[in-house]
């Protein structure tokens, strides 16, 4: 297991225009739902080809990505539209860097900590199985350090974007709301939504609830994709359009979306 970038480390990498660094630390990232902040580049090009193909097909203009991480899946889908109007949004698209003393703690818009850092290494919020293995010395001292961390004062604070670099310097635009709880207003022709919308994350109801919100803000005769990587790095999803209060399945990528049957219920 490659160490865990630090946050120091981070800001250093993004000065120097290093990629390679900004996607490890966005990658081993894992937010507050479990999540983890970024989906490997090119993750899904071999569905862009039916994605645009449908794009072209209904004339969209207006597209979203729901639930983008950090938007380098967001802003391969943009580069593959061509001039449409992409908006990607995620739960946290920001943070704030706290530190003192050579130690840090990164922590999200409520103030719950996501990475722990030390002098020589760094530790999610909630270490794995792995980590706990490997480095059970580290883990213990992490969380000493999160319950330090709240009786201290005078800490030198960093604003941290989650959000990958390449993106911010792009004309796609990324919002920080709750999917459930959606604040960019529609409607978008296409809507997609990819790795998130899954039975590993959600209960049912959590899942029916998120499938409500996400059509809301689809056009009438627009086109949902839902889509989600397999651990063999498979591809499998569905297309969707919106024929007034139905959901009709036009096609499928693979095996097709594991929550189809929710969707067009």
């Not at 097909?57 to 729901?66: M, N, T, Y």
């Not at 050579?102 to 990475?115: E, K, S």
């Not at 000493?144 to 990958?164: E, M, P, Y």
């Not at 959901?247 to 049957?261: P, Q, T, W, Y």
Request: aromatic share 6%.
């Amino acid at each position: 297991m490659r160490e865990r970038v630090r946050v120091p480390e981070l800001l250093g990498a993004r000065a120097r225009g290093d990629n390679n660094v900004e996607d490890r630390f966005l990658t081993q990232l894992q937010l507050r739902n479990g999540v983890y902040k970024m989906t490997e580049r090119h993750r899904f090009d071999d569905t862009l080809d039916a994605t645009v193909s449908h794009a072209n097909r209904i004339g969209a203009h207006r597209v979203l990505d729901v639930a983008c991480s950090s938007g380098i899946s967001t802003l391969e889908l943009a580069t593959a539209l061509g001039t449409r109007e992409v908006h990607g949004t995620d739960l946290t698209i920001e943070a704030t860097y706290l530190e003192r003393d050579g130690l840090g703690w990164l922590v999200d818009a409520d103030d719950r900590v996501l990475q722990v850092d030390h002098p020589q290494w760094a530790m999610t919020w909630s270490p794995g199985k792995r980590e706990l293995a490997t480095h059970p010395g580290r883990v213990a001292h992490s969380l000493l350090l999160r319950a330090l961390r709240r009786g201290l004062r005078s800490f030198a604070r960093t604003q941290v974007s989650l959000i990958s670099s390449e993106v911010a310097a792009a004309s796609v635009e990324i919002h920080e709301e709750d999917a459930f709880e959606p604040t960019v207003k529609g409607p978008f022709e296409l809507v997609r939504v990819a790795n998130f919308m899954n039975i590993f994350y959600f209960s049912r109801r959590e899942l029916l609830a998120l499938r409500d919100a996400v059509v809301s803000r689809l056009a009438d005769g627009g086109v949902l994709f839902v889509v989600r990587t397999h651990h063999d790095r498979s591809n499998h999803g569905s297309y969707f359009e919106r024929r007034g209060s139905r959901m009709v399945e036009l096609d499928r990528v693979g095996a097709g979306s594991e929550v189809r049957e929710l969707i067009t219920r």
